[in-house]
Protein backbone atom coordinates (compact mmCIF):
# COMPACT_ATOMS: atom_id res chain seq x y z
CA UNK A 1 0.00 0.00 0.00
CA UNK A 2 1.43 3.21 -0.89
CA UNK A 3 1.20 4.81 2.86
CA UNK A 4 3.14 1.86 4.50
CA UNK A 5 6.53 2.81 6.23
CA UNK A 6 9.15 2.00 3.53
CA UNK A 7 11.08 -1.21 3.81
CA UNK A 8 14.03 -1.27 6.74
CA UNK A 9 16.09 -2.79 3.45
CA UNK A 10 15.40 0.01 1.25
CA UNK A 11 16.02 2.83 3.81
CA UNK A 12 19.24 0.99 4.10
CA UNK A 13 19.97 0.97 0.35
CA UNK A 14 18.97 4.13 -0.37
CA UNK A 15 21.48 5.37 3.10
CA UNK A 16 24.09 3.21 1.89
CA UNK A 17 26.13 5.44 -0.45
CA UNK A 18 28.91 7.07 -1.58
CA UNK A 19 31.62 7.70 1.59
CA UNK A 20 29.20 5.60 3.65
CA UNK A 21 29.58 2.61 1.43
CA UNK A 22 33.21 3.09 1.05
CA UNK A 23 33.42 3.07 5.19
CA UNK A 24 31.28 -0.19 5.17
CA UNK A 25 33.10 -1.81 2.65
CA UNK A 26 36.06 -0.95 4.35
CA UNK A 27 34.92 -2.67 7.54
CA UNK A 28 33.49 -5.46 5.35
CA UNK A 29 37.03 -6.38 4.15
CA UNK A 30 38.89 -5.63 7.74
CA UNK A 31 40.37 -8.83 9.18
CA UNK A 32 38.99 -7.80 12.84
CA UNK A 33 36.05 -6.30 11.24
CA UNK A 34 35.98 -3.20 13.65
CA UNK A 35 38.18 0.02 13.38
CA UNK A 36 38.84 3.25 14.50
CA UNK A 37 37.92 6.71 13.54
CA UNK A 38 41.60 7.61 12.86
CA UNK A 39 42.29 4.36 11.01
CA UNK A 40 39.19 4.54 8.71
CA UNK A 41 40.26 8.52 7.69
CA UNK A 42 43.60 7.40 6.77
CA UNK A 43 43.13 4.57 4.86
CA UNK A 44 40.25 5.78 2.72
CA UNK A 45 41.93 9.39 2.42
CA UNK A 46 39.00 11.47 4.29
CA UNK A 47 39.56 15.19 4.93
CA UNK A 48 39.46 14.99 8.64
CA UNK A 49 38.69 12.32 10.90
CA UNK A 50 35.05 14.26 11.42
CA UNK A 51 33.95 12.89 8.14
CA UNK A 52 35.07 9.57 8.46
CA UNK A 53 32.99 9.65 12.25
CA UNK A 54 29.43 11.23 10.40
CA UNK A 55 30.07 8.00 7.98
CA UNK A 56 30.22 5.62 11.09
CA UNK A 57 27.31 7.84 13.05
CA UNK A 58 25.27 7.26 9.61
CA UNK A 59 26.15 3.55 9.58
CA UNK A 60 25.27 3.60 13.72
CA UNK A 61 22.08 4.81 12.82
CA UNK A 62 21.41 2.10 10.19
CA UNK A 63 22.13 -0.22 12.66
CA UNK A 64 24.97 -1.87 10.78
CA UNK A 65 27.92 -1.13 13.63
CA UNK A 66 27.79 -0.54 16.82
CA UNK A 67 30.53 0.84 19.22
CA UNK A 68 32.90 -0.77 21.33
CA UNK A 69 33.77 0.81 25.48
CA UNK A 70 37.25 1.39 23.65
CA UNK A 71 35.64 3.85 20.48
CA UNK A 72 36.06 1.37 17.46
CA UNK A 73 33.64 0.59 15.40
CA UNK A 74 32.67 -2.59 14.72
CA UNK A 75 30.55 -4.74 11.91
CA UNK A 76 27.23 -5.43 13.34
CA UNK A 77 25.37 -7.01 10.68
CA UNK A 78 26.13 -7.64 6.83
CA UNK A 79 23.46 -6.42 4.26
CA UNK A 80 23.44 -7.31 0.49
CA UNK A 81 21.86 -4.16 -1.08
CA UNK A 82 22.60 -2.28 -3.86
CA UNK A 83 26.38 -3.01 -5.31
CA UNK A 84 27.19 -5.46 -2.73
CA UNK A 85 24.61 -7.91 -3.77
CA UNK A 86 27.06 -9.11 -6.59
CA UNK A 87 30.01 -9.43 -4.48
CA UNK A 88 30.41 -12.23 -2.70
CA UNK A 89 33.31 -12.89 0.65
CA UNK A 90 36.31 -15.07 0.05
CA UNK A 91 38.18 -15.43 3.15
CA UNK A 92 38.53 -11.49 3.86
CA UNK A 93 38.42 -10.79 0.03
CA UNK A 94 35.11 -9.39 -1.45
CA UNK A 95 34.86 -10.34 -5.38
CA UNK A 96 32.51 -10.47 -7.97
CA UNK A 97 30.46 -13.13 -8.01
CA UNK A 98 30.23 -13.57 -11.72
CA UNK A 99 34.23 -14.64 -11.29
CA UNK A 100 33.19 -17.72 -10.61
CA UNK A 101 30.92 -18.45 -13.09
CA UNK A 102 33.54 -17.24 -15.11
CA UNK A 103 36.47 -19.03 -14.39
CA UNK A 104 34.08 -22.22 -13.95
CA UNK A 105 32.73 -21.51 -18.05
CA UNK A 106 36.84 -20.80 -19.19
CA UNK A 107 37.93 -23.99 -17.68
CA UNK A 108 35.08 -25.81 -19.10
CA UNK A 109 35.79 -24.46 -22.85
CA UNK A 110 39.57 -24.87 -22.18
CA UNK A 111 39.04 -28.72 -21.27
CA UNK A 112 36.42 -28.92 -24.26
CA UNK A 113 39.41 -27.82 -26.59
CA UNK A 114 41.73 -29.93 -24.88
CA UNK A 115 39.91 -33.14 -25.15
CA UNK A 116 37.94 -31.77 -28.67
CA UNK A 117 40.58 -29.84 -29.93
CA UNK A 118 39.49 -27.21 -32.85
CA UNK A 119 37.78 -29.86 -35.75
CA UNK A 120 35.55 -29.29 -38.97
CA UNK A 121 32.58 -30.45 -37.17
CA UNK A 122 29.43 -27.81 -37.25
CA UNK A 123 28.84 -29.21 -33.36
CA UNK A 124 32.67 -28.26 -32.51
CA UNK A 125 31.54 -24.63 -33.78
CA UNK A 126 28.50 -23.66 -32.32
CA UNK A 127 29.71 -25.22 -28.71
CA UNK A 128 32.96 -23.11 -30.00
CA UNK A 129 30.93 -19.92 -30.49
CA UNK A 130 28.57 -20.13 -27.66
CA UNK A 131 31.46 -21.36 -25.58
CA UNK A 132 33.24 -18.31 -26.45
CA UNK A 133 30.42 -15.58 -26.01
CA UNK A 134 29.77 -16.78 -22.20
CA UNK A 135 33.08 -16.15 -21.34
CA UNK A 136 33.32 -12.76 -22.82
CA UNK A 137 30.44 -11.84 -21.18
CA UNK A 138 30.91 -13.15 -18.12
CA UNK A 139 34.84 -12.12 -17.94
CA UNK A 140 33.22 -8.60 -19.01
CA UNK A 141 30.50 -8.14 -16.02
CA UNK A 142 33.28 -9.45 -13.70
CA UNK A 143 35.98 -6.43 -14.77
CA UNK A 144 32.79 -4.10 -15.00
CA UNK A 145 31.47 -4.72 -11.41
CA UNK A 146 36.06 -4.76 -10.36
CA UNK A 147 36.31 -1.31 -11.39
CA UNK A 148 32.63 -0.16 -9.68
CA UNK A 149 33.67 -1.40 -6.00
CA UNK A 150 33.79 1.97 -3.68
CA UNK A 151 37.49 1.70 -3.39
Request: proline share 5%; charged share 20%; with cysteine.
Amino acid sequence: MPNDPPSEISVIESRLKGKTLQVYWFLLRSPARSAGVREIQRSLHFSSPSVAMHHLEKLLDLKLVSRKRTGEYVLAEEVKVGLLRFFTRVGRFLVPRYLFYSVWLSTMLATYLLFYGVTANVHNFFALVFGVIGCSVLWFETVRLWREKPF
